[in-house]
């Protein structure tokens, strides 16, 4: 195992930033010429996140190697360079199946298998494997906080490791949280006491004491947690919340949680570079080509972690085009009885994104057929590609009734049908068409003048396709195919010519967009909806 390893747990509550953390301080470790991975342990004990409700666990993030994991993910994705695949998520689901299939192939010889050492040396094998690679640093962040019960085998297996490899190869770093007490003033600092004291307890003594909170955290309050934790005064740092996540690797840097890692691990490493992340951050804080609207109409509105990747791909292609982009939520449902012109007459474009299930649907068709009609920018991801299809079916080719197999298979014109390899298919987790296809661009195409190259590749999730039974009809109807798989058996992108810029994807773009390189379709659709702001034809 080459690379030094930067364990990272949570106390006080869940959803305080770890992933950022994590993700943060491998941006800061890159600019310093370090080659970094992360991975992410998962204590619930799914297989992985692809069968979890979006209301209770938000994104499912899929993997060029067809991984359906965290949310986390993505972010470790976005703000680092590299390139996440199946080894970099692991949940208790995944090691207490394998380890069950091994004790009935009869593996562990009739021994009594345990959770130590049976479970915590399986979770072991997983962060040595990630440690392994041809890294530097290999940073692993503990999911959930510290004392749920779940996730006691990971913090013991991240112990033993700490422990195997010697103190100069491996560091914790706690992320806790300091809340504000209004009536009182004060910023209270015994939650992170007693969660420190939780984690000692386990056996673990953090090096690095992460603090989020709402505002600066003064000396005297560092001095305290620091006192009260057994780490240095230097070691406890602040991170308070910023106007966007972007600016949380330069918060960072200030507190020079950088130099400290590196003094810990005896790591050598150039001066940073930041400059280009600056110069992103400056673009996304204050753009010089004002906001533009763009609607997203969905199912899960409620809950924006469920898009969290295409949030972000607009940060990037708002900062790239050096715009705001303002999200206005729709939710599908409320399309289904209303009207679209009262949610969509004030927008820029509107975003039609994937989802599962019948709900929402004829809403999702009513704003595509509002954005064709209009001539608003449409975007289609996924389900909304496939809602561009059955509207463009039902009232420009004058199939009447056509409509997707998996919400009506009674539809006399099923322009989405289930994939020939889904039809024998009866589990649910993990056997849909996922992760990087490669996909061919018809010249001449929206899409075509986005990407400015002939063959792509892009992440899915689904089971459904456009019917190759219905292509010749709706092409002739006006319907161009701009996309398709390299035998021209898959339908990947559609197009509407005479519209200003009307397309629609079956995969999932939001998932590759990056900072530095932002997604050209989210890039060229803003750059439209900026064109339909300003009055430009």
């Known amino acids: 195992m080459a690379a030094k390893l930067i364990f990272i747990t949570g106390g006080v509550l869940s959803s305080i930033g770890k992933g950022i953390t994590a993700s943060s301080i491998g941006t800061l470790l890159e600019s310093r010429g370090l080659k970094v991975t992360i991975q992410k342990l998962d204590p619930y004990l799914n297989v992985d996140a692809g069968t979890m409700n979006p209301y209770q666990h938000g994104e499912v993030y899929v993997t060029d190697d067809g991984a359906e994991t965290d949310l986390d993910l993505g972010h470790y994705e976005r703000f680092t360079h590299s390139v996440m695949g199946r080894i970099n998520n692991v949940t208790s689901g995944q090691i207490y199946q394998e380890i069950i299939q091994k004790e009935r192939r009869g593996e562990f010889l009739g021994a009594t298998v345990q959770v130590i050492p049976h479970v915590t040396d399986s979770i072991k094998e997983k962060i040595k494997r990630i440690a392994s690679s041809s890294v530097d640093v290999a940073i692993v962040e503990v999911g959930g906080t510290v004392g749920d019960i779940e ?78 934790t057994n780490v240095k005064e230097q070691d406890v740092i602040n991170a308070k919340d910023l106007s966007t996540i972007y600016e949380v690797p330069l918060h960072l ?108 649907v004829e809403g999702k068709i009513k704003a595509v057929k509002y954005a064709r009609e209009k001539e608003i920018p449409f975007f289609g991801i996924c389900l909304g590609m496939q809602c561009a299809v059955i509207d463009f079916a039902r009232n420009v080719a004058g199939l009447k009734d056509a409509h997707s197999a998996e919400f009506n298979p009674e539809t006399p014109y099923p322009v989405i049908d289930l994939m020939e390899s889904q039809k024998g298919v009866t589990e649910k987790g993990g056997t849909m068409r996922l992760g990087a296809y490669p996909c061919i661009l018809k010249e001449g195409t929206n899409s075509f003048k986005a990407y400015r190259e002939k063959e792509i590749s892009e992440r899915h999730r689904h089971r459904y396709e456009f019917n190759n039974t219905f292509r ?66």
């Open 253 to 360: 840097k200030k507190e020079r949680i950088d130099e400290i890692i590196l003094e810990k691990l005896q790591l050598p490493a150039q001066e940073p570079d930041l400059k280009e992340w600056k110069d992103f951050v400056s673009r996304v804080k204050k753009p010089e080509n004002g906001t533009v609207t763009i609607a997203v109409v969905g199912k899960y509105v409620e809950l924006p972690d469920a898009y969290k990747s295409i949030i972000e791909s607009f940060v990037h292609a708002g900062a790239s085009n050096n715009v705001k982009v303002d999200i206005k939520w729709v939710n599908a449902d409320f399309l289904d009885e209303d009207s679209p012109e009262s949610y969509l007459s004030d927008v820029d474009g509107i975003l039609v994104p994937g989802g599962f299930g019948e709900r929402g």
């Open 472 to 537: 010749e009809e709706l092409e002739k109807a006006g319907l161009v195919v701009a996309g398709v798989s390299p035998d021209d058996s898959l339908v990947e992108i559609v197009e509407i010519k005479e519209h200003p810029w009307f397309v629609g994807v079956q995969f999932h773009p939001e998932f590759k967009s990056r900072p530095w390189k932002p997604h050209p379709l989210f890039v060229d659709f803003v750059a439209a909806a900026i064109r339909r702001r300003d009055g430009i034809t």
């Open 151 to 228: 996730g006691l085998p990971f913090l013991e297996a991240i112990r033993q490791v700490g422990i195997e490899v010697g103190k100069t190869n491996a560091i914790y770093i706690h992320v806790t949280y300091v809340p504000y007490v209004r009536s009182a003033g004060e910023l209270k600092t015994k939650p992170t006491q007693h969660s420190v004291k939780e984690l000692r307890a386990i056996g673990i003594q953090p090096d690095i004491i992460v603090c989020r909170s709402e505002r600066i955290i003064p000396q005297s309050v560092k001095r305290k947690i620091a006192l009260f």
